[in-house]
């Protein structure tokens, strides 16, 4: 269970994790070994699962969110594909979702030809997917990888 303390040093590296452990530790008010410990408990447990830099994906290509639609919902259908999703490099986030899609898919491609290959290969050649709708993103207006923790 979190205390206090764990749930502002996660706010706290969720916003900066750069931060050193002694500044954390002013914010925080304890020492940087007490910071460094709690990290090292929280990253062991799996509520801290890496630290990464977040790169502005913009600047890199073009962002898409597809939306899958089965013909059927079985386990095995959802297995095949969390599986073929999980090797497809250009997926970076996918989602179970509720409601007229079955899956939502984050995709980034370099160019929108490389989406039109993958949508080819991964997509439209899987039996088990009706069909597919992809937005493209024009502009990213609010993008925050932050929790709630209290």
Not at 75 to 81: F, K, R, S, V
Not at 91 to 106: A, N, P, R, W
Not at 117 to 139: D, G, H, K, Q, W
Request: contains cysteine; negative net charge; proline residues 1%.
């Amino acid at each position: 269970m979190l205390d206090a303390f764990d749930t502002a040093i996660l706010d706290i590296v969720q916003a900066d994790a750069g931060l050193s452990h002694e500044a954390i530790g002013n914010k925080v008010n304890l020492s940087a070994s007490s910071v460094r410990r709690r990290i090292a408990n929280m990253k062991q447990s799996g509520i801290i699962q890496r630290d990464v830099s977040i790169v502005n994906i913009e600047q890199f290509g073009v962002l898409l969110i597809v939306s899958v639609i089965l013909n059927e919902e079985t386990p095995e259908i959802y297995n095949d594909l969390d599986t073929i999703f999980e090797a497809e490099t250009l997926v970076k986030q996918s989602y179970h979702v509720s409601g007229e899609s079955d899956f939502v898919l984050i995709v980034h491609a370099s160019y929108m030809q490389s989406y039109e290959e993958c949508a080819r290969s991964v997509l439209m050649s899987n039996p088990s997917i009706n069909r597919f709708n992809t937005t493209v993103v024009y502009s990213r207006r609010k993008f925050d990888t932050s929790i709630t923790t209290a």
